[in-house]
C-alpha cells in the first residue's frame, strides 16, 4: 500500500490508473509523468517498489501542483472573482452554472431540485380539506 499526497493508492490497479485518484492528475499526465520517472506504465501499484513510487513524487512535485495545493488555489480564484464582483463571480455566489449553460430547463444539479410552488397556503389546504364536500341532488 503507497501513499501519493495523502491519497492511498490501491495495490490492485495498475499505476497509470492509481495516479489519476490523486487530484490534478488525468490520464495524459498520468502517462507523461510515468515516462519521466522510467516506471512501466502496465505495472500493479503493489509491485511498484518504494524508489520508483520516490522518483514518481519527485517529478510529481518539481512540475505539477496537485490535491490541497491545486483545491487552494482554485478556491482562491473563486474567491478572487466574488471579490472583483465579476459575472463569474456573481454566478458562483448564487450557485448557477458559471459557463453560460441555460437554466430555463435543465441545470438541476447546480441549482438542486425543483421548487413546487402552491397556489394555496398550507393553512388554506387545511381549510379546504377540512370542510365535506356534499354531493348535488
Do not use: C
Not at 70 to 84: D, P
Not at 124 to 132: H, L
Amino acid at each position: 500500500m503507497h501513499r501519493l499526497f495523502g491519497v492511498v493508492l490501491p495495490d490492485n490497479k495498475r499505476i497509470d490508473y492509481a495516479l489519476t485518484l490523486v487530484h490534478g492528475i488525468g490520464w495524459s499526465r498520468s502517462k507523461t509523468i510515468l515516462e519521466q520517472a522510467k516506471v512501466k506504465a502496465d505495472k500493479r501499484v503493489q509491485e511498484v517498489s518504494d524508489d520508483e513510487i520516490k522518483s514518481i513524487m519527485k517529478t510529481i512535485e518539481g512540475v505539477y501542483r496537485v490535491e490541497g495545493d491545486l483545491r487552494e488555489e482554485k478556491n482562491e480564484n473563486i474567491k478572487k472573482l466574488k471579490e472583483q464582483g465579476t459575472y463569474r463571480g456573481l454566478r458562483h455566489t448564487r450557485g448557477l452554472p458559471v459557463r453560460g449553460q441555460r437554466t430555463r430547463s435543465n441545470a438541476r444539479t447546480k441549482r438542486g431540485g425543483k421548487k413546487t410552488v402552491s397556489s394555496h397556503s398550507k393553512e388554506a389546504w387545511a381549510k379546504i380539506e377540512s370542510q365535506e364536500v356534499k354531493p348535488k341532488k
